[in-house]
């Protein structure tokens, strides 16, 4: 699908399907984070939209509210709404992420901080 640059790397769309989970229905959203060496997110939160961080590939490590978690290759880690969390690659190779995220709410960001604020300012100009 589509590939979206990121000042921390690109963000691949793998699926973006209509679903019912439970009593609700909204988008499922599955992406490949591709986060570069020694970069990362914002440490930001979702007021809807939950996610799963699922790591395919490399070394990272989530914020998570203030605690510090390691991600093993092939484990995964639950973000639930208004969770504040960001993901840290701490290797020298590229890490990469699925996120899956329901219900998946383009714009459903709120960036506590953003290593990349004068970046992202710059392009929007």
Request: proline share 3%.
């Amino acid at each position: 699908m589509g590939r979206i640059d990121k000042p921390w790397g690109f963000e691949e769309q793998v699926l973006m399907t209509q679903v019912d989970v439970g009593d609700q229905t909204g988008m499922l959203g599955i992406r490949r984070l591709v986060i570069d060496a020694d970069e990362m997110t914002s440490y930001a939160y979702h007021e809807r939209q939950a996610d799963i961080i699922y790591l395919e590939e490399g070394n990272v490590v989530i914020r998570h509210e203030e605690d510090m978690k390691d991600i093993e290759k092939g484990n995964a880690m639950v973000i639930r709404s208004n969770e504040r969390h960001q993901i840290q690659n701490i290797d020298s190779e590229v890490a990469k992420i699925l996120e899956i995220s329901f219900p998946y709410v383009p714009g459903d960001i709120t960036r506590v901080e953003d290593p990349y604020k004068e970046e992202r300012e710059e392009d929007e100009e």
